[in-house]
């Protein structure tokens, strides 16, 4: 049974940083494309996206230059580093997953295409 489990996120202030983590069970990360996506309305965003076994990632350009994406696969855990945080990074984060071969490459870990999902953990940017 694929789960994933979001969490790490709070309350930060403008400019603060916070590293959020994924935590996967019933898979090995190995296997699989993860990614971090985040939601502030009705609009989901992708992030990042990492593909372990490849040591492959992708940003998207919102997290490009401030977020960085990585894996423990001993831990079976991916983690997304955020830095430089604003307010316009306020919203709710989530990790989803992909079998590795079911996505061309690590760029393609779009929202629609990723069957498993963890629950969201919510980061709050404000002073």
């Known amino acids: 049974d694929v789960q994933l489990q979001a969490s790490g996120g709070g309350v930060v202030q403008p400019g603060g940083s916070l590293t959020l983590s994924c935590a996967a069970s019933?898979?090995?990360?190995?296997?699989?494309?993860i990614g971090w996506f985040r939601q502030a309305g009705q609009e989901r965003e992708a992030l990042s996206c990492i593909?372990?076994?490849?040591?492959?990632?992708w940003y998207g350009a919102s997290a490009k230059g401030r977020f960085t994406i990585s894996s423990d696969t001993d831990k079976n855990t991916v983690y997304l580093q955020m830095s430089s945080l604003r307010s316009g990074d306020t919203a709710v984060y989530s990790c989803?997953?992909?079998?590795?071969?079911?996505?061309?490459?690590?760029?393609?870990?779009?929202?629609?295409?990723?069957?498993?999902w963890g629950k969201g953990t919510q980061v709050t940017v404000s002073s």
């Open positions: 593909m372990s076994s490849e040591r492959t990632t």
């Open positions: 989803a997953a992909i079998l590795r071969s079911n996505i061309a490459t690590v760029k393609h870990c779009y929202a629609d295409a990723m069957p498993y």
């Open positions: 019933g898979f090995s990360i190995a296997d699989y494309a």
